[in-house]
């Protein structure tokens, strides 16, 4: 494989990451929420778009009609059951709920659809291994499909987010809660609303997982990884950044395993350390105050 | 009847109560100042009344209907706002994103971003800036502002000239000159007592959670809100009544 070839799969690849790490990018830049059943919902979506295409052979595309809603309606719930509740409780007890949740769920799933490996691969004709003859080069058409989808998707949150009252209510909310009531924003509301939204795209993320590997109920970690290194990498809290850092992070593993074999996750991994202490060396003496005042908090509370 | 009625009002911090049954109304049209020194409760109580504080006993009238229980953001839906302490502004956001926020409660009036940047000819060439890079006359403005989207029936004011060069104090105070002369109705806690006596029609005076002092802005000397502030002469209004 060549070198060029290497980047454009890893850019696309990218655009993969960018569309897994959407939602879990939205929750933690916009809501600062951490949540660690990212990677577990993204996988009950897949298995739920997997059951509608087995019993009634509905395309995994169609499916989305009913998968997503339901996600939005588990986002919704998520946000009044668990999020809303341990946010009142400290900054680290909704990174431990979410923890607690994605044991939860994968175990649900285990216990109920079992180890086997499955795949939304099979029900979409011959989409997943169909390939564009570039001048001698083949790229996936699933591959530039998740691009493009990912590209949509990230694009059209940021506009919704900049420019619809609703997008501006919930970037406000999330700099201050308290404030915003004042001025006549229901918090409480416009947070259901975003884990909504931010759980819908999670159900997106679980169509594109589908289609492109394989998945059995503890596929989530491996997934939330990913997601995580690309969300940090692009910087919290912009969505574009979150493309960015998909489109390293993919590029990164494409061309480690160019190298060697193994390369593929090494370059990955190391491409996000690299970048992370990149930032913490460059912002030493700020961050250092961050995190004092931040475990100091959470030591002082508990 | 009152727009804004209070009635033997407890508020607590935890352990500390900082609000001691209070009773006062405002009328429609009445601008009303609240002063007092620090500590005394003021701010407590304005966010109380505008529903980002909790009370502990008594009730809130508002327009004949009790809203001591009602969540904040309702209370903006019926017409009451508050520019709070500091500002309080989504450093993040821009000016004019700072005012469309308001606009989430919809009542109906006739505040746009544009009388707004009329009202607050300094905040035109900022229209596009973020609030975090404002200087503090122009954060103050827009936070008189966005309250002022929300089309109120009466406006609470907490401590507007906090932290503001002497220009800028003059500069916001005209524009609650020019809300006042349209016939709003205020409610303002300042810690400048000429200020308060000038604008004022009635005026309040706290004292360690108590209202000690309250009448009309001209019946009142300078030397009986200076003793009540200062807690000379300690009567407080369960006092008087019994």
Request: charged share 15%.
């Amino acid at each position: 494989m060549n070198f060029i070839g290497g980047i454009i799969d890893g850019v696309l690849l990218g655009g993969y990451y960018a569309m897994i790490a959407c939602g879990l990018s939205f929750m933690f830049g916009v809501m600062r929420i951490i949540n660690l059943a990212h990677g577990a919902l993204a996988i009950v979506a897949a298995f739920g778009l997997w059951i509608i295409a087995d019993r009634w052979e509905y395309d995994p595309f169609l499916a989305l009609i009913i998968v997503l809603p339901v996600m939005g309606v588990i986002g919704w719930v998520l946000q009044r059951g668990v999020l809303e509740r341990s946010a009142r409780s400290g900054e680290l007890i909704p990174i431990l709920s979410t923890f607690g949740l994605a044991i939860v769920l994968e175990n649900g799933l285990f216990e109920y659809f079992g180890a086997d490996v499955r795949s939304l691969a099979p029900y979409v004709g011959s989409l997943s291994y169909d390939s564009f003859d570039i001048g001698g080069s083949y790229i996936g058409e699933l591959a530039i499909l998740t691009f493009v989808a990912a590209i949509l998707l990230l694009g059209g949150l940021q506009l919704f987010l900049t420019y619809t009252p609703l997008g501006r209510q919930i970037r406000a909310t999330a700099e201050d809660p308290d404030t915003v009531e004042l001025v006549g924003v229901n918090s409480r509301f416009v947070n259901s609303v975003a884990a909504a939204i931010a759980l819908v795209t999670v159900g997106l993320a679980g169509l594109f997982l589908g289609l492109r590997t394989n998945f059995d109920p503890y596929s989530g970690s491996l997934q939330l990884i990913f997601a995580f290194e690309a969300a940090v990498i692009g910087g919290t809290g912009s969505l574009w950044g979150t493309l960015r850092g998909g489109i390293v992070l993919g590029v990164a593993q494409t061309l480690g395993a160019n190298i060697h074999p193994e390369g593929f996750l090494l370059a990955g991994h190391g491409v996000f350390l690299l970048i992370l202490v990149g930032r913490l060396y460059i912002s030493g003496p700020t961050l250092q105050t961050f995190l004092r005042s931040k475990i100091g908090g959470v030591f002082r509370a508990s | 009847m009152s727009l804004l009625s209070i009635n033997a009002l407890d508020i607590r911090h935890g352990l500390l109560q900082a609000v001691r049954g209070v009773s006062f109304h405002v009328d429609q049209g009445e601008t009303v100042a609240l002063i007092g020194a620090n500590g005394a409760g003021k701010t407590t109580l304005l966010r109380a009344i505008a529903g980002a504080h909790r009370v502990s006993g008594g009730d809130i009238r508002f327009d004949g209907s009790d809203i001591t229980a009602t969540p904040a953001y309702q209370r903006v839906a019926m017409g009451l706002a508050l520019v709070p302490e500091g500002r309080r502004l989504f450093a993040a956001m821009t000016v004019e994103e700072n005012l469309q926020i308001a606009r989430a409660s919809g009542r109906k009036g006739e505040w746009t971003v544009d009388r707004v940047l009329e009202t607050f000819p300094m905040l035109k060439a900022r229209r596009k800036a973020r609030c975090g890079t404002l200087s503090g006359g122009e954060q103050q403005a827009t936070a008189i502002g966005r309250a002022l989207m929300t089309n109120p029936r009466i406006l609470l004011l907490d401590e507007v000239s906090l932290g503001l060069s002497p220009l800028a104090v003059d500069l916001v105070y005209k524009s609650v000159e020019y809300l006042i002369s349209t016939g709003s109705t205020i409610l303002f806690v300042e810690q400048d007592l000429n200020r308060a006596l000038k604008f004022a029609n009635r005026v309040m005076c706290m004292l360690e959670g108590h209202i000690v002092v309250q009448g009309n802005a001209k019946d009142l000397t300078r030397e009986q809100i200076t003793d009540a502030y200062f807690g000379h002469k300690r009567r407080t209004q369960s006092e008087r009544a019994s």
